[in-house]
């Protein structure tokens, strides 16, 4: 009743994102044939942005971590629709035997063709598994803001593989932030290369919009040099339920003739119970009594931890 109580609403993911994909996908698909269906499809899908960003901040939960693969994962349902829409308007010229436009079409399609290969080279190596070089490069750019000395802690190599000495830290900022307990926000050094202009930037992103360019942007402490989590909580952040969930407390209410007590005794040899906070009044209705205390919490209460 709690849970209940105190729980929103989950959304489901795998039954919201096909519907409105499917929606841009009509809409992209006929948009050559009636262009006007784009605008109509934008104003409704901007509608239904501003309905479910206010219902996921206000009204329901989101309990199923996508891991931010639905972005890549509609990226791949847009571009149904654009298959469809060039495949469809390569018929409409070839009944009409207009070679020219059909020709154009049959580019367009190779060229969408070779952007989807392209999109899927460099997004795979993104979706499950973080870039190898992504903590060599964080190392290197701390360096470079002169907040990293060279330590021994790497000393050597066995079996192919690097090892780092426990019990030293390679951040004599981060030392100093944590032994003041306040937050220092140190800034990257600037981009080796010069500032380049909006066409530039568009068209070499790999060189102007990388990794190391875009990091430079964000202050050192705000990317997570601090870690706002408890060693429990990283220790076990990679861990399944079944492995770092402890044994559910079982919360019963508290009545007048001692029978709570009584299954208290007999089930806590089992399971953690107990029946602190909670009560029957005269009418069987169960109510908290902690209810108009300020800051109170009931026992199977557990703070939830944000990734």
């Keep these: 009743m709690y849970a209940k109580w105190t729980t929103l609403s989950a959304l489901s993911w795998g039954s919201i994102l096909p519907v409105y994909s499917n929606i841009a996908v009509i809409a992209i698909t006929y948009s050559l044939i009636a262009p006007l269906v784009m605008g109509f499809a934008t104003v409704g899908i901007t509608l239904f942005y501003l309905a479910y960003r206010y219902n996921i901040l206000f009204v329901t939960d989101n309990t199923i971590d996508t891991k931010g693969l639905i972005y890549p994962r509609a990226l791949q349902h847009l571009l149904t629709g654009v298959y469809l829409a060039e495949i469809c308007m390569i018929g409409l010229f070839g009944i009409s035997a207009a070679i020219g436009p059909i020709i154009l079409m049959v580019v367009a399609l190779v060229g969408t063709v070779l952007f989807h290969i392209a999109m899927n080279s460099a997004l795979d190596p993104l979706l499950y598994n973080l870039p190898k070089s992504l903590e060599a490069e964080e190392e290197l750019l701390a360096l470079e803001s002169g907040m990293s000395t060279v330590t021994p802690g790497v000393v050597g190599a066995q079996n192919g593989e690097k090892s780092l000495e426990d019990g030293e830290s390679a951040n004599p900022a981060l030392l ?5 307990g306040e937050k220092t926000v140190v800034a990257l050094p600037a981009a080796p290369h010069a500032k380049p202009n ?3 930037k568009f068209l070499k992103p790999h060189i102007y919009a990388d990794y190391a360019t875009l990091r430079r942007l964000v ?3 705000v990317a997570g040099s601090v870690s706002n989590y408890s060693p429990e909580v990283e220790r076990d952040a990679y ?5 770092k969930s402890e044994t559910p407390l079982l919360w019963i209410p508290r009545d007048e003739m001692g029978i709570s007590k009584q299954e208290i005794a007999h089930t806590a040899k089992v399971i953690p119970i107990t029946d602190e906070g909670a009560a029957l009044d005269e009418k069987g209705a169960v109510y908290w009594v902690a209810e108009k205390e300020e800051g109170a919490r009931p026992p199977i209460w557990e703070e939830k931890t944000y990734y």
């Design 176 to 180: 100093a932030s944590e032994a003041t």
């Design 198 to 200: 909006i066409l530039t």
């Design 219 to 221: 202050p050192h402490d």
């Design 239 to 243: 861990l399944p339920p079944s492995v």
